[in-house]
């Protein structure tokens, strides 16, 4: 059986235990939410497909869209919806008590938990659940993702794929080329700045750093790998709470 059919029959067997209908993916323009929605769209159930931009750059929205006018000519399970929250999110902007420019990774972080609502809304409408579209090294690595924003999903299909996986089957499954060409980005900066722009390192480095730590393994480093090995730290540990359990204050018996 080969990893996507494996994902594939997973998401089915899923989606009958938990007696619902399908999926409701995010497209972001990305290679994540392209995979994760062919994937879905793979086990015959009802899809929806959600573009929901907020101050989007003009090629992540055309990218997304192109994707998504693909899935619905290869796939007839698949629906689509423009959602933009552009106005939405400009009202929420001025109700906030701070500066935004000052706090603009808030206002960011803001973006994709306004995005987790309204696939939330939009699944619960139809009896769907929420897939999401994180992968390894972010979810279990880095942790770069937003905290109940692309964090809060139902499924997590390729959660157990590196980055450098997930292209690979995104090519098997042919994903159109402008998204497998396209550097990632995590679409919640209306500049369109990079993943690695922001992390400081690529992914293959990332994936590099996580295996090695894992391995417990001590080898002589060079220079760069000993940077990337520091930022993957600094990230990991920094973002460990998006990646354990909600910490739970337990009384003791003497005070219940």
């Known amino acids: 059986m080969s990893k996507s059919k494996y994902i594939v029959e997973w998401l089915k067997a899923y989606c009958e235990k938990a007696n619902s209908s399908g999926f ?5 323009g990305g290679i994540d939410s392209a995979l994760t929605s062919i994937l ?3 086990t015959g159930r009802k899809v929806i497909l959600l ?8 090629a992540e929205y055309d990218r997304a869209q192109k994707h998504i006018q693909d899935l619905m000519k290869r796939y007839s399970n698949v629906l689509s919806f423009e959602i933009n929250l552009s106005n939405v999110f400009g009202e929420f902007e001025e109700l906030m008590p701070f500066d935004l420019e ?27 659940l929420v ?3 994180g992968n390894k090294v972010e979810d279990f690595g880095v942790g770069f993702f937003t905290k109940y924003g692309d964090g809060g999903v139902d499924v997590s299909p390729i959660a157990d794929l590196y980055k ?7 090519r098997e499954l042919n994903v159109i080329d402008e998204i497998l060409n396209a550097v990632p980005t995590d679409g919640l900066w ?4 990079s993943d690695e722009d922001q992390i400081g390192a690529t992914y293959p480095e990332l994936e590099w750093a996580m295996e090695y730590l894992n391995s417990g393994k001590e080898i002589s480093l060079s220079e760069r790998q000993k940077e990337v090995v520091a930022i993957y730290s ?18 003791p018996k003497n005070l219940k």
């Open 24 to 28: 409701v993916v995010g497209i972001s």
């Open 40 to 42: 879905c769209a793979e």
């Open 234 to 251: 600094k990230f990991h540990n920094a973002n460990k709470h998006k990646m354990v359990p909600i910490p739970v204050c337990e009384i």
């Open 51 to 58: 573009n929901m931009p907020i101050r989007q750059t003009k």
């Open 131 to 133: 897939a999401g579209t």
């Open 190 to 193: 209306e500049d369109g700045r």
């Open 164 to 170: 450098t996986e997930v292209f690979q089957l995104a």
């Open 102 to 128: 000052q706090n603009n990774l808030a206002m960011a972080n803001s973006r994709s938990r306004f995005r987790m609502t309204t696939l939330y809304a939009v699944a619960q409408a139809n009896g769907c």
